[in-house]
């Protein structure tokens, strides 16, 4: 097959002149599975996925994935935020951009985390006249319609994860790639991106626009527009404040920005949300799962005077105390616990929360966000600590079409009686509740135990099922920044580590 990316075959694989990029390394293999997969879904076969390492390359042929080798010269491991490697990918980038426009084509390029839900080709077509179309880091909707973003949602940064360009981007496309390119591991593409589209801009300037939305960028030469974050998603949009799910609409595509734990976090809010591709085998784990519902009083949630800090950990710690029940059992029953839906008082970022109206909302977000409900689970803890492919699932598992109807129709409930100290309990004889769960619901696919975050599990365990789950699960933790400064003010704590073994006790 052709693995070039050469100007014959990318006309050739376009379609009326359009094509879609993305990329991806070795160590990321399986965002590229999930990404293809979704684009594949759409009917769409004009896309490539450009290999930035050998291994990456040879895994997209074997998984005959349209692809060519980028020759970046990169490390095939973690690209960590700002790192001289996650700088000097934006060449390479860049070149893609370039080289498709000036070929006389329209290009959509994401990166490997942004997915690609619907036909993105007919709505970009409504503005025909724009360079480039672009999805921002902007926090709050400016529209309540499919449009695009008003001038008011024009100055937070663009995000390049997710980019439509046409040929008449070229001044500004070409100026991108002559900064980058003079100092490649030092300049960062998005951040060189915002700064000369908006050099010499003219956003008061509607002449000449098809929707007035657009708005002339580099030195007047470019037109621009900012796609809706209710359709277009960043992380914090799609999983926080949750837009197209208030409204009931299907996002064109999620990028899973503004999140925490890594590769391992990205993946777990992709399962979250349901767009994540794993192997049949992980819907339908061996020895069955697990499920148990949140007891979380009102007046946590609510609290006398408004959320804050000290209420926001204490609902956590509430949430997480019974998680860890729960664990305890499912571990003991050697079943795989679906997590809850964890609410959060408060949201979650790397400098001070806002104040005032928006108390406790990420700066930018609308206040109405918190507390937040199908809060995401590295908002809480480390998901890496919790190994999670082994030991849990994700809270929307049971809802997710991937899961077979065998597993959905699969469901037990039932109590676990009152809690009391078996006799040769210090012998490690299993506990008679335990053995009769084992025992009477062995045939069951998804066990519900109505009670499992209410008890002390400990006393329905032996000792040696205690210590392996006290050892397995010991470094379970996370964190959580930073404290508005009304609450600050107040002399509330400024950030809290939360532990999945010390939480409640």
């Known amino acids: 097959p052709d693995v ?19 990329f991806v390394n070795s160590i990321r293999l399986d965002f590229a599975d ?31 994935i349209p692809t060519f080798n980028m020759k970046t010269n990169l490390p095939s491991g973690e690209w960590p935020w700002g790192s001289g490697s996650f700088k000097a990918l934006g060449p390479h980038k860049i070149e893609l951009i370039y080289l498709s426009i000036e070929w006389g084509l329209e290009v959509l390029i994401t990166d490997v985390d942004a ?26 909707n400016t529209t ?72 002339w960028s580099y030195r007047q030469q470019v037109i621009g527009g900012v796609l809706s974050v209710a359709l277009f998603c960043g992380g914090h949009n799609y999983f926080v404040s949750q837009f197209a799910q208030r409204r009931g609409w299907a996002p064109f595509s999620v990028h899973t920005t503004f999140q925490y734990s890594g590769a391992v976090g990205k993946r777990h809010r992709l399962r979250e949300g349901m767009f994540w591709h794993d192997p049949p085998a992980y819907y339908e784990p061996p020895n069955g799962l697990l499920t148990f519902p949140l007891d979380l009083p009102p007046a946590l949630l609510h609290p006398p005077g408004g959320m804050h800090v000290g209420g926001h950990v204490e609902l956590v710690n509430q949430q997480l ?11 003991a029953l050697k079943r795989v616990l679906i997590m809850p839906a964890f609410v959060c008082g408060y949201d979650k970022a790397w400098y001070a929360l806002a104040s005032g109206r928006s108390r406790g909302a990420f700066g930018g977000a609308h206040g109405w966000i918190v507390p937040i409900r199908d809060c995401p689970l590295d908002h809480v803890l480390e998901v890496a600590t919790l190994s999670p492919v082994e030991n849990i699932r994700e809270y929307s598992f049971l809802r997710n079409p991937r899961t077979p109807q065998a597993v959905k129709r699969s469901v037990a409930n039932t109590t676990l009686a009152h809690a009391y100290e078996s006799a040769n309990r210090s012998n490690g004889a299993l506990n ?25 599990m400990y006393k329905y365990l032996s000792k040696e099922e205690t210590n392996e789950f006290v050892h397995k699960f010991r470094h379970v933790n996370g964190g959580w920044c930073c404290a508005p400064q009304e609450d600050a003010q107040r002399g509330e704590r400024k950030s809290a580590r939360f532990s999945l073994m010390r939480a409640g006790t």
Not at 34 to 58: C, S
């Open 4 to 22: 070039s990316f050469s100007k014959e075959r990318l006309v050739k694989l376009s379609r009326k002149g359009k094509v879609i990029l993305t």
């Open 34 to 64: 999930t990404w293809v997969k979704h684009v594949r879904a759409l009917g769409l076969e004009n896309f490539l996925v450009g290999a930035a390492d050998d291994g990456a390359f040879r895994g997209l042929v074997e998984r005959r």
């Open 115 to 140: 997915l690609v839900l619907r036909d993105p080709f007919p709505h970009m077509a409504r503005w025909p006249d724009a360079g480039f179309l672009t999805t921002t880091d902007h926090l709050g």
């Open 144 to 215: 309540n319609d499919d449009g695009l973003e008003s001038h008011n949602g024009i100055h937070s940064a663009f995000n390049i994860g997710y980019m439509y360009f046409r040929p008449s981007a070229l001044p500004l496309v070409l100026e991108w790639r002559r900064v980058i390119r003079e100092k490649p591991t030092e300049r960062w593409d998005q951040g060189e991106f915002n700064r000369i589209a908006r050099l010499g801009w003219a956003p008061s300037r509607t002449s000449g626009l098809s929707d007035p939305r657009l708005f």
């Open 321 to 331: 105390r019974q998680v860890r029940q729960a664990l305890a059992l499912a571990t």
């Open 432 to 456: 008679d509740e335990v053995e009769r769960l084992r025992r009477d619901f062995a045939q069951t696919k998804v066990l519900n135990v109505i009670n499992a975050g209410a008890v002390n």
